[in-house]
């Protein structure tokens, strides 16, 4: 999709004031590209040059545990920070069009089902924080989105996110990061089709169904260089907030990989018990966090035994169902509403652990 | 000149609204900045993200803190 954009970019928003903004703007792009192309030639790099770190200058053995686990640390730290970089950046150019605004006139006069789906599409590139919560679900109604459209939003939003994704796919693979993506997707439309089919319109607060809002605010256009700078700031907060957990997180995961022996977790968090998936959907419920934060305990609890279905069933009841979040969006629905949406996502999230742990 | 900053009081509504007050005593201008928290109010600017700033009624910015250098523009 940028890259389409990068072309209309081109003839578009470049044209006016071409004479004033084309160097700058060439420039920019020039300079984007010779970093990519740094980017990926440091990126081939990371992996001898941990070998070589580890087993080389440190000559460290490769079958000891300390050599794998700093041969570990060495290669996955640069790794997953610059993952991060580039799809930070990238989801930054993404977020710069898919504003909140343009998502809810995109999503209204969409009906149900296939509404469900873009909605829980648009909740993983939306720019959104938790205290946007209340105001985004007032423009969604007001613009005569359906509830349960609504909710696949309001669910997706925080459940699949970007340092989630690049997160797992760094320190656990593609396959689960796809497991995780598609589960978190598949519960949000789930969920919220389900949610729409309950008719809980009168639990929204009245005051909520008496506003008469204007038409969504139109913001000037922004100018290439100006996507290009909002996607630079992302990286800087972003990457800024999360490379601490980042490294402590690996830093565990090395420790982890080389000395905890494997199987100590199994009892509690095995495939065998019935009730670990119940119980882990329960702790995670009051625990916040984001996703940063838990996906290094996840590791942590997947080398340790625990398993798959029940892990992937608390990291998403830690992201999806967490208690400020409720109470945040208790402004605007009652009680048995805010009840509905934890029994309905609680039960999915369920479901998957389920799932996971019959089939893997 | 009047400005508006709207946010419920999250990080970023509060830095947006520390930016605005700097652009403004940068600027030397004499501007009213208020800040808006009720979730009625912002939506009837149709503004359904935070933060957001208001100029003389103008919609800036919606959903992202902005710099100084971009308060600033809208300044002159």
Request: proline letters at 9%; a negative charge; charged letters at 15%.
């Given at each position: 999709m940028s890259e389409r954009n990068d072309i209309s970019c081109a003839c578009g928003?470049?044209?006016?004031?071409a004479d004033k903004n084309g160097a700058g703007l060439g420039r920019i792009l020039l300079l984007q590209v010779l970093a990519v192309a740094a980017w990926y030639v440091l990126y081939l790099q990371l992996l001898p040059f941990a070998n070589w770190f580890a087993y080389?200058?440190?000559?460290?053995?490769?079958?000891s545990h300390f050599g794998a686990a700093v041969q570990f640390f060495v290669y996955d730290t640069p790794k997953v920070l610059m993952l991060l970089l580039l799809v930070v950046y990238g989801v930054g150019i993404l977020r710069s069009f898919v504003t909140v605004n343009w998502t809810r006139s995109f999503l209204a006069g969409k009906r149900e089902s296939a509404g469900n789906v873009m909605a829980a599409l648009l909740g993983v590139v939306?720019?959104?924080?938790?205290?946007s919560a209340v105001p985004l679900f007032i423009g969604f109604m007001t613009a005569g989105i359906p509830l349960g459209v609504t909710f696949s939003f309001l669910i997706a939003a925080p459940m699949v996110n970007e340092i989630a994704l690049v997160l797992l796919y760094g320190l656990l693979g593609w396959k689960i990061a796809a497991l995780y993506f598609a589960t978190g997707i598949t519960i949000a439309v789930v969920a919220g089709w389900v949610m729409g089919r309950m008719?809980?319109?009168?639990?929204?607060?009245d005051w909520v169904r008496e506003i008469r809002a204007g038409e969504a605010a139109d913001e000037p256009r922004m100018t290439w260089k100006a996507r290009f700078a909002y996607a630079l700031d992302s990286v800087r907060d972003i990457v800024g907030r999360v490379w601490k957990f980042v490294v402590l997180g690996i830093a565990a995961g090395a420790a982890i990989h080389g000395y905890v022996p494997e199987g100590q977790l199994a009892v509690i968090m095995?495939?065998?018990?019935?009730?670990s998936v119940p119980l882990s959907v329960l702790l995670g419920i009051p625990m916040y966090t984001n996703a940063a934060g838990v996906i290094p305990v996840v590791e942590a609890l997947l080398g340790k035994g625990a398993a798959l279905g029940t892990t992937l069933a608390f990291m998403m009841s830690v992201i999806a169902l967490s208690f400020p979040e409720m109470v945040i969006l208790r402004k605007v629905l009652k009680p048995r509403l805010i009840a509905a949406f934890i029994l309905v996502v609680g039960c999915g999230i369920l479901l998957v652990g389920y799932l996971f742990n019959a089939v893997i | 000149m009047k400005i508006l900053v709207m946010g419920p009081g999250c990080p970023k509504c509060e830095q947006t609204e520390k930016t605005v007050r700097d652009a403004v005593a940068e600027a030397g201008i004499a501007a009213d900045i208020e800040k808006v928290k009720d979730f009625q109010e912002i939506a009837k600017?149709?503004?359904?993200?935070?933060p957001a700033v208001v100029i003389d009624g103008e919609?800036?910015?919606?959903?992202r803190a902005p710099s100084k250098k971009d308060v600033l523009d809208w300044l002159k």
């Open positions: 928003a470049g044209a006016p004031k080389g200058l440190l000559g460290l053995d490769p079958a939306t720019p959104f924080c938790s205290c008719r809980l319109e009168p639990y929204v607060e095995g495939g065998d018990a019935w009730w | 600017y149709g503004i359904f993200s935070t919609v800036k910015v919606v959903g």
